[in-house]
């Protein structure tokens, strides 16, 4: 019997599979139907251990502040590019696999041993799919979807590993005993599958893309209207009337919401259909509720709050900080009219996505700030922000904030942890203070009679404790006091800047701050596992 080749079933699983990819995505882009790529992903991330998950994490991110890559923009899309090619890999080496078992048995490649070959690799990956998806079709229609694709992705691939092996060599072809020509060579088999399966890949992925494209456009749309009527003008904020002016390249004090960084565990956020959304608060309480979005925002007093939010597994000068502000009810109103029973120790807060964080209640009737929050820059939460509600908690990072709230119980138990707390990030999560130079504006110099300044600013940040001084050093020189812009509240970050006498040359600029108090910064450098990143932010200019 002929060989067949490992290499020839490496390369049809591998050509199959780009086309299953680009019609999945092309279904998902369609009709929103499941895209098995990264379900797969963000099961395997749910399921591995957290010091592996960290670790890869980890690895990711320094490889892009390597390569000077914005984190915040880049982290989402790297890890869809790495669930592609890991889906890639999958289908390439059971491709691979199945070549190995029926030369091991003698056996000849067939339909029917293709379709096994599909349900085997199928199978599994619609369970998990279904499990885990966000896909807003109904399980039924991804199930047939599915089955169609890994179906046919493994009735081809039984079909056309035997079409090629009943094709002779070329060197066969060339010789003289060759009868009939009209059968294609090997190579030219496996090149007429080669076109048409790139063909079904670059239409498949190409029309998606176009689709998506032309989605987000119209989302994009809609956003800036909706933010544009809203008055985000700088002038009704309470601090418009501060003369201290951001250094010039600092970022936005107040973060438009298309640049707020993002953080959700899954390949892509979460969507909850705002149509029958309920909200139960159940557990140890008097009357359990079950809360619509409207009981929320029209039988409880609302509250407006400026917030800088920032994520704990940002490094220092982390862009994975912003502010706006968050409307929504305090959890004390709420709990009231549940009724918190004896012996309650904690909420538990369950997530769409499948994250989850408990509360102290300790800490909730201590603080009535901490709300359960519907919109943030005065509309409707957008989706990648939780839709429709999350919680706000000050002076923690988000780690311990929930977006996506399916449910909210309280409990007794006082042994729960979180999401990342099983994964050995910090219980607490309080905000560890930090200040970041955003700019050394050596392009906007200013003049103090002779002398020329150059503006250098940026933030700093203290959860809920307040900035009462923030500082400036070049080329470890003396410490030099930045002047400070009133915050938007005393939840956000602090806008600071100092004019500093300008000086050609290289030099490296640092920055510390201290809290309300006093409290200094800590300035010894730690990573940002498990507490928080500390340590001094500088830069290296040369002017
Ligand atoms: N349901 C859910 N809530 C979540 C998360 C998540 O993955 N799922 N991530 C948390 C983390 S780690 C952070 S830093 C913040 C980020 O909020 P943002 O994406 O609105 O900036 O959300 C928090 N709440
Ligand atoms: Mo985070």
């Known amino acids: 019997m002929k060989k067949y080749r490992v290499r020839v079933g490496i390369l049809i699983g591998f050509l199959l599979t780009s086309s299953m990819i680009a019609l999945m995505y092309l279904g998902n882009k369609l009709l ?5 790529p990264f379900d797969l992903f963000d099961w395997v991330a749910r399921v591995l ?8 994490i980890d690895a990711m991110i320094d490889t892009m502040i390597f390569l000077g890559i914005n984190v915040a923009e880049a982290a989402k899309t790297a890890e869809r590019a790495i669930a592609i090619i890991q889906f890639l890999g999958v289908g390439t080496v059971i491709g691979a696999i199945y070549v190995i078992v029926l030369n091991r048995v003698s056996a000849k490649p067939s339909a029917q041993s293709g379709n096994l070959l599909g349900a085997i690799f199928g199978l599994p990956l619609i369970g998990i799919s279904i499990a885990i998806s966000n896909s807003p079709v109904n399980p039924l229609s991804n199930i047939a979807w599915l089955i169609i694709l890994f179906w046919g992705w493994g009735y081809l691939f039984g079909i056309i590993s035997k079409g090629y092996i009943e094709r002779l060599p070329k060197a066969e072809i060339q010789g003289d ?5 009209k059968r294609l060579s090997r190579r030219d088999f496996l090149i007429t599958v080669g076109a048409a399966s790139a063909t079904i890949t ?20 809609a956003d800036s209207m909706a933010h544009e009527t809203e008055s985000s003008a700088d002038d009704t904020f309470p601090n418009s009337n501060d003369p201290v002016m951001a250094a010039p390249g600092t ?37 359990p509720l079950l809360l619509t979005l409207d009981d929320i925002r029209n039988n409880y007093q609302s509250r407006d709050q400026f917030v800088t939010i920032s994520c704990i597994s940002g490094r220092i000068g982390t862009s994975l900080i912003g502010t706006t502000q968050w409307t929504g009810v305090s959890m004390q109103d709420i709990l009231a009219d549940a009724g918190v029973q004896e012996g309650a120790v904690n909420l538990l807060i369950s997530s769409e996505d499948g994250f989850f964080e408990i509360v102290d209640l300790e800490l909730i009737a201590s603080d009535e700030r901490i709300m359960l ?3 943030w820059d005065g509309h409707t939460l957008p989706d990648d922000h939780g839709f429709p509600l999350r919680i706000w908690i000050p002076d923690r990072y988000g780690m311990k904030q929930p977006k996506w709230i399916t449910n ?9 942890k979180g999401y990342w707390v099983e994964r050995n990030w910090d219980e607490v999560a309080q905000v560890k203070t930090t200040s970041v130079i955003d700019t050394v504006a050596a392009h906007a110099l200013v003049t103090d009679g002779e002398q020329q300044l150059v503006p250098i600013g940026g933030i700093a940040y203290s959860g809920d404790r307040g900035i009462s001084r923030v500082q400036v050093r ?3 020189g003396p410490w030099q006091d930045a002047t400070l812009r009133a915050p938007l509240s005393g939840t956000t970050w602090v806008i600071w800047r100092y004019d500093w006498p300008f000086v050609a040359g290289e030099h490296i600029f640092e920055v510390r701050c201290q809290e309300g108090d006093g409290t200094p910064q800590i300035e010894e450098q730690r990573q940002n596992r498990p507490s928080g990143a500390t340590g001094i932010h500088s830069l290296e200019r040369s002017l």
């Open 177 to 181: 005993e060759v009868r009939s020509v």
């Open 32 to 36: 929103r139907l499941s895209f098995v």
């Open 373 to 375: 929050c519907y919109a």
């Open 251 to 287: 970022r936005p004090e107040y973060t438009p919401i298309k640049n707020h960084y993002k953080v959700f565990l899954k390949t892509e956020p979460s969507l909850i259909p705002a149509e029958g959304y309920m909200l139960p608060i159940t557990g140890l309480v008097d009357s």
């Open 408 to 416: 909210i119980e309280v409990t007794d138990q006082a042994d729960l």
């Open 202 to 221: 670059v239409v498949g992925a190409g029309l998606g893309a176009f689709l998506d494209a032309r989605e987000r456009k119209k989302e994009q749309a």
């Open 474 to 476: 070049v080329d470890s």
């Open 49 to 56: 251990p957290g010091p592996i998950i960290t670790f890869g």
